[in-house]
């Protein structure tokens, strides 16, 4: 009795599986057999490459503080547009007290040295008005030539060799000589002491000058206030990314310092985005793209291709390159930093052009491309030849005209309830 049981099973199992191979192979032929055909039409047909990327303002600027301390007072918000030397910021200075020790310091010693090299113009002043380096060269001078007239006599009388009056001789050249340069540097040397005096008086302004910075952040010399923080452009200001009270850092060669605000030209903006390997050898330099942006999705932009990276980088498995296009802003929406945008670069365009779906054109193994065309109660197959394709149209350049009825190979698939 199970034996009878488990056979009686497997054949139930059998016709089960028969009917289901019967339904589903008659619902294929039922869909294989439809005969929906459409006509060729009229349309725009372009080959384009996607690339995906942000809207960004082509001139972006980070500015920072001179100074390091704590925002005093902020001047401007998000989204305000301001002029060329704007007041952004004001920075309250926090000093450490080692540095105004050691400023301090500089200005006590810069004071002592211009004190000295005051001192000694005033004497060389006097020296120079009484004329005494001359008038000691001078009265050296005359006396060595009186000495050496009375030695050229005891020569003259053999009483002296040649060689004994030639030494008194040569202590009257070096004696006239002395007189000559004394009479010349004493103007020289008293500009000397007067440029001394200069640099001094220079050291001292450059000393109290920096104390005065550490203390109040003024610069004494340029009256450039260095704790109020003034933008270099003009320009709306994208973002200020502190609040009153928070502590910032100067720029230096040492640290990049702390943004204060970030400013940017709106009028002038870029498409920065990636096109794949695969696309980027078809594109160029000066091609329209046609971009969509996410938040404005009832309008298009235009933009001009102006870049394209020449080095790749390897981004999920794929290698990427950068691309860059002017946008062209019509005027009646504003553009945001950082809109998400599709570039549709136009590699080829075609207008009115005859064309079919993708779908219909039927390929053969040498390359030849074939549609059906109904004729009576059946189809017969047609050679034709074609030109672009969007992936959804393809443009037939000879074979077909608008009267000919085309067999839809693929249905389009049917939306749910309906």
């Known amino acids: 009795m199970k034996k009878g049981c488990f056979i009686s099973t497997i054949v139930v199992l ?47 600027i980070n ?7 704590v925002v005093d007072e902020l ?40 004190t000295d090299a005051q001192r000694e113009l005033e004497r060389q002043r006097t ?68 440029t001394q005096v200069d640099i001094a008086q220079q050291e001292l ?36 990314p502190l609040e009153e009270g928070t502590s910032v850092i100067e720029r230096n060669n040492f640290n990049e310092g702390t943004t204060i605000a970030t400013v940017a030209d709106m009028n002038t903006l870029i498409f920065e985005g990636k096109v794949d390997e695969a696309d980027v050898g078809s594109i160029d330099e000066g091609m329209p793209i046609l971009l969509k942006i996410g938040a404005i999705p ?9 870049y394209i990276s020449p080095k790749g980088v390897k981004e999920e498995g ?36 005859l064309a079919i779906k993708e779908r219909d054109i039927i390929y053969d193994g040498d390359g030849k491309t074939y549609v059906e065309i109904k004729n009576g109660d059946g189809f017969d197959r047609k050679k034709v030849e074609t030109g672009i394709s969007d992936g959804l149209n393809t443009e037939i350049i000879s074979g077909l005209d608008t009267t000919m009825l085309v067999r839809v190979q693929q249905e389009e698939p049917e939306m749910a309830g309906s």
């Open 205 to 240: 302004n450059s000393a109290v000058s920096n104390l005065r910075l550490l203390k109040e952040g003024v610069d004494q010399n340029s009256k450039q206030v260095a704790n109020v923080v003034n933008s270099p452009v003009a320009g709306m200001v994208l973002d200020v």
């Open 63 to 69: 500015i920072k503080p001179q100074v390091s301390g």
């Open 75 to 114: 001047f401007v918000v998000a989204g305000e547009v301001i002029e060329k030397g704007k007041k952004l910021a004001r920075i309250k200075l926090v000093p450490s007290q080692v540095n105004i020790n050691q400023a301090q310091s500089q200005v006590e010693l810069a004071r002592l040295r211009l």
């Open 127 to 194: 020296i120079h008005e009484d004329n005494l380096d001359v008038e000691t060269a001078k009265a050296n001078f005359e006396n060595a030539r009186q000495e050496e007239a009375r030695q050229r006599q005891l020569f003259d009388a053999g009483v002296i060799s040649e060689q004994q009056y030639n030494q008194y001789k040569l202590e009257l050249e070096l004696r006239r000589n002395a007189y000559e340069n004394a009479k010349i540097t004493s103007t020289n040397s008293l500009s000397q002491y007067e």
């Open 318 to 353: 794929t290698v990427k390159f950068e691309v860059k296009a002017a946008v062209k802003q019509t005027g009646d929406r504003f553009l945001r930093a950082g809109y998400s945008a599709n570039g549709d670069i136009i590699i080829h365009k075609k207008d009115n052009v």
């Open 14 to 60: 059998v016709l089960l599986t028969a009917g289901l191979v019967y339904y589903f192979v008659y619902q294929n032929k039922g869909s294989s057999v439809r005969n929906t055909t459409e006509k060729p039409a009229y349309v725009d047909i372009s080959r384009k490459v996607v690339a995906t990327g942000t809207i960004n303002p082509r001139q972006e």
């Open 298 to 306: 009832d309008q298009q932009f235009d933009a001009i291709l102006e």
